[in-house]
């Protein structure tokens, strides 16, 4: 029977035991658990008893392990610390953990936490306020499912450092990702696109987006690109790109996966525009003198710094407006060269070679419009030739 100890103010101290371990020694669970102090005292014991039943049967099944107390907030910064990810990816954990996760739930013990506690969180995301380019003033399912991902992350790896033995984010469903397909141009809004590009007049900037529509490749891989990455006419990339706090926008030591590490073969147009430039940032960096930023960076400032991340997209976003052109966003470029390298009949390991992507499954499910359109044009290509060859028969 669990011990109870009122501290007043809502706050329950609960002591569980259960038998002795092999040394002798007295396994026992302690947990502080809060309630709502405005309850009366006999209303507050009702709920901690609840909480203190669950407790425990769930370390008599060794779901909870009697080990040091480590708060969220504290298994949180021990996992960015340690786990082996990108600059980037450990920068938008950081900016997730920050922002949602840790104010809600990183002074409660990860041996605390429970599936009935999380769900109660994500139930809240759902209603939470979202940024001002959300259309619905809410989070989407694709947020929350980012959310979800990243607070199972941190579990994983409390699981993995003994603090708890079964992760509680297991017991709950993913949020749904009611995120729409991917956005991508139609063969007459491209060629507009291409023209707009083209009238710019900005070496640099036709060609990094002109790169971006041929190539494939994801906006901070063009960011991090060298060009020493450019043997002939073959892209080796190999970087990404990353902001820095208080540094900027930095080349990252690998791209965003190991299989994003790929030779892109660069369309002839494509690299006339990028040998141009090459002239023309010579010419600038011999004009700016000493104060040019000695980088090999393809694309970057008047000072020969590296271009941040979030310039390609606002520069992006002016070029449809003026040109009067559907609003995409950036992504919408190597989604709409993958849907183009689809439509014209490539498999789907080629395509997925092409984007770096991990596995063809993930190629599969992002562009299933594609693929689906391009199942119908083989369906009536095979039945023109079939029809065509059985009319010269007769």
Known sequence: MPCLENYGNGTWRVTISAGYDAKGKKKRLQRTIHVDPNKTEKAQRR?????????????????LTDSRIVRLETAAAEYLAHKSISATTREWYRVMLDGRILPALGKYAVQDLTPAMLRRFFKDLELAPAGPRSKSGTLSGKSRKHYFAVLRAVLNFSVKSGYITVNPMAALDAPPDDTPEADFYEPEEWSALLD???GLGDVMWTA?????LYTCCRPGELIGANWTDIHGDVFHVAHGAARVKGVGTVRTAAPKTQSSIRDIVIPAEVLA???KWKAEQAAYRLKFGDGWIDSDAIFTADDGKRIDLSTPTQKFQKILKANGLRHINLYGLRHTGASILISSGRDVESVAAQL???TPVLTLSTYSHAFESAKRE?????????????????
Do not use: C, P, Q
């Open 47 to 63: 709920e901690v008893e609840k909480t203190a039943a669950a407790l425990e049967t769930d370390f008599s099944r060794h779901v």
């Open 196 to 198: 707009a590009l083209d």
């Open 208 to 212: 990094y987006y002109y790169m971006a």
């Open 273 to 275: 525009l990028l040998k």
């Open 356 to 358: 770096g992507h991990s």
């Open 378 to 394: 083989n369906a009536e290509v095979i039945s023109k030739i079939i029809s065509s060859s059985r009319r010269r028969s007769v």
